[in-house]
């Protein structure tokens, strides 16, 4: 059956572009169009906005279809896209940040790695194996695009622990190069690079501009300037989050006064720059903040308790939202930039399209494990998706990847098992929980966040 699943489909914006994309998509045009999600009204607000753009856009050509079974949501599908969230803003992710901050430990996003990305992972991993058991049942040849976060651990888990056949898709490393020069006011035209490592840890290994090294001239302009407001660049790319990403970004900065501090001071001390942005790198590693030097974050532009302040705002900026999108009869669509519609475009005619995508390291990267999820280029076409060889990293960046790599492992684990001492191992082993607090805190720490989660987390041994 030519039918794709959005799981998670009350995700309107994600929704829109995502399935809009697909819908004007001249090979997708007349495909079922299935709809899940476990808040009615937001499923019901995502099949009239989808509603209105396939009428629009498309001649009324697909079959959208909204399902409170999800069983029969996924029968047939050969594509599966999953972008939920377990447990919500509230209450799980402000306990997620609540409760670290009684031990002294600060964070910004919190969702994809550090204590944060662990609890996320823990609460979304068993939810995800119950996608795959349905998938198994109903669609078992389907590819599943996961959209959700924590993006390493959730894809590592699908690919350990079940036969579905699984790609992870994050903005970062199609995000990274556009924003980097625009903040840095470089031309970007004649310009080839190349992105390998982890998902929001993937590493700019080589950049040029008409066959030349163009990372001298990146880094010379990161110490001199002008460095330039990147939201402009980043309304083009996601103008429906320009507001939520942008709120407190200033017209212009200077390169001691910036929005980028974080990653722009690691390419000046380990040699490259990061895919992810600083507000979320500020918490993967040691180094920034810390409760012994609250100097650190007035210096590097660090933003504590972003990710809370992003979600109270799009819960705000809903409503309003919600007209543009959900009662506009005349709504209609402009291909997003997200990756979904090329690549089963590229399945389904063979059309090649070339992406970052999160998958297993099957000997991608020499000097990473075989057991981990790593962000590489990937080719699809009619052959199916192709992730590109990339050989070894430079010894640092590989030594940065593993830290994260081994929490990642044993969060896995922790799922998987239901052992709580790999949940301790994996938090005492994070980089920014271990820097800051004691190896009891830690444990502590543990103890109280699943205490805290209640039902949202499986009982642990």
């Not at 190069?177 to 700019?204: C, E, F, S, T």
Request: charge should be negative.
């Amino acid at each position: 059956m030519n039918k794709i699943t959005f799981l998670g489909a009350g995700s309107t914006v994600f929704a829109k572009n995502v399935l809009g994309d697909c819908m004007t998509t001249d090979c997708l045009r007349d495909w079922e169009y299935a709809l899940f999600d476990i808040d009615p009204k937001r499923l019901e607000e995502s099949y009239m906005m989808l509603s209105n753009i396939n009428r629009n856009s498309n001649g009324g050509k697909a079959r959208i279809v909204k399902y409170t079974d999800r069983l029969e949501a996924l029968r047939g599908a050969k594509y599966v896209c999953n972008a939920i969230q377990v447990g919500g803003y509230d209450p799980c992710t402000i306990t997620d940040f609540e409760v670290p901050k009684k031990y002294g430990l600060l964070q910004t996003i919190g969702d994809t790695n550090g204590i944060g990305g662990i609890f996320r992972a823990l609460r979304t991993i068993p939810v995800m194996l119950d996608f795959a058991k349905d998938m198994e049942q109903v669609c078992p040849d389907a590819l599943f695009i996961n959209y959700t976060n924590p993006m390493s651990m959730l894809t590592l888990a699908m690919n350990r622990a079940t036969p579905i056949q699984t790609i992870g898709l994050c903005h970062s490393h199609q995000e990274c190069v556009p924003m980097l020069l625009g903040r840095l006011g470089l031309p970007k035209d004649g310009v080839n690079y190349r992105i390998a490592g982890i998902n929001h840890m993937a590493w700019l290994l080589e950049i040029t501009r008409h066959g030349e090294d163009y990372y001298p001239e990146i880094k010379q302009r990161a110490l001199t300037g002008p460095i330039l407001d990147p939201l402009a660049e980043m309304a083009v790319l996601y103008p429906e989050y320009a507001e939520i990403l942008g709120a407190r970004t200033p017209e212009e900065h200077t390169p001691e006064d910036h929005d980028d501090m974080v990653r722009f001071e690691m390419m000046k001390q380990f040699g490259y720059y990061i895919t992810e942005s600083s507000e979320h790198s500020s918490e993967y590693y040691p180094y920034f903040i810390k409760k012994g030097h609250p100097e650190l974050i007035d210096r590097y532009n660090i933003p504590l308790d972003e990710y809370p302040r992003r979600c109270r705002l799009q819960i705000k900026m809903w409503e309003e939202q919600a007209k543009k999108l959900v009662h506009n009869e005349e709504l209609t669509h402009k291909r997003s930039h997200e990756y979904a519609a090329s690549i089963i475009e590229a399945l389904e005619t063979g059309k090649p399209f070339s992406f970052g995508g999160n998958v297993m390291n099957t000997g991608l990267i020499d000097n990473l494990p075989a057991d981990c999820c790593v962000e590489v280029t990937c080719l699809a076409n009619e052959g199916g998706i192709q992730p590109c060889h990339i050989g070894a990293l430079p010894h640092q960046l590989a030594a940065l990847n593993m830290r994260q790599i081994s929490v990642h492992q044993l969060t896995v684990d922790a799922a998987l098992s239901g052992r709580k001492d790999d949940i301790y191992q994996a938090a005492l082993l994070d980089p920014h929980a271990s820097a800051e607090l004691t190896i009891d805190e830690i444990r502590a720490l543990v103890d109280e966040l699943i205490e805290a989660h209640g039902d949202w987390l499986p009982k642990y041994h």
